[in-house]
């Protein structure tokens, strides 16, 4: 069975603080790792899509990093603020499989 | 504007009233999925679709059918709904489902009483 796996579950951290987050997969048959954003009362949003063994990706003050060998990716919020508090999903998807495996995704509070 | 769109956006009704929560999308794209999303268990696909006329079932399919008659639309049918199917419904579109990103629709919120 297929699992991804996220942590923390929950992080509170003050406005201006840096932080980041860990999503877990399967190392094996890797083809490609996402990354979202959830705000409250929202839909899901793209972040990232990530298929490279050292890959990082960048978008403001976010970043992400993967490794597909050892089957983790990094997601980096740099002088973290209020807007950035959201739930954040990662999914994988495997070269067998049809279809996503989500994390049930960390969510984070950034307090003014 | 390039857009997953659900109807009805809320939605209570009663058990075994048969429903239509409708999904469009306007980006030409293959993919299509039903998620639902329950506090503590994530996002959890109920059914997927690769291509017109391709339908798969996902992780949580009991009670609820679906079809690709059109490429731009998924219909989600819940033809006796029940209590437990009281949730949080994203309908989702992708290019391919591997290495381009998910455009969800807004959610539906239905509730079974």
């Known amino acids: 069975i297929l699992n991804v796996e996220q942590s923390p579950q929950s992080l509170h951290v003050q406005e201006g603080d840096s932080t980041n987050f860990t999503c877990s997969f399967p190392s094996s048959n890797f083809y490609a790792l996402h990354w979202y954003r959830w705000e409250t009362a929202k839909s899901p949003e793209a972040l990232f899509v990530m298929t490279l063994n050292g890959d990082e990706k960048k978008k403001g003050r976010i970043s992400a990093t993967l490794n597909t060998k050892e089957g983790y990716s990094y997601l980096y919020i740099k002088g973290s603020q209020p807007e950035d508090s959201a739930t954040y999903l990662c999914a994988f998807y495997a070269g067998n499989n049809r279809k996503l495996i989500w994390g049930l995704g960390t969510s984070l509070a950034v307090n003014p | ?113």
């Not at chain 2, 997953?4 to 293959?30: A, D, F």
């Open chain 2, 1 to 113: 504007e390039a857009q997953v769109t659900q109807n009805p956006r809320y939605l209570i009704t009663v058990t075994g009233k048969k429903l239509t929560v409708t999904c469009s999308q306007n980006m030409n794209h293959e993919y299509m999925s039903w998620y639902r999303q329950d506090p503590g268990l994530g996002l959890r696909q109920i059914y997927y679709s690769m291509n017109v006329e391709v339908t798969d079932k996902g992780d949580v399919p009991e009670g609820y059918k679906v079809s690709r008659k059109e490429k731009r639309n998924f219909p989600l049918i819940l033809e006796s709904p029940s209590p437990n199917q009281t949730s949080l419904y994203f309908c989702a579109s992708s290019l391919w489902v591997a290495n381009n990103e998910q455009f969800f629709g807004p959610g539906t919120r239905l509730t079974v009483l």
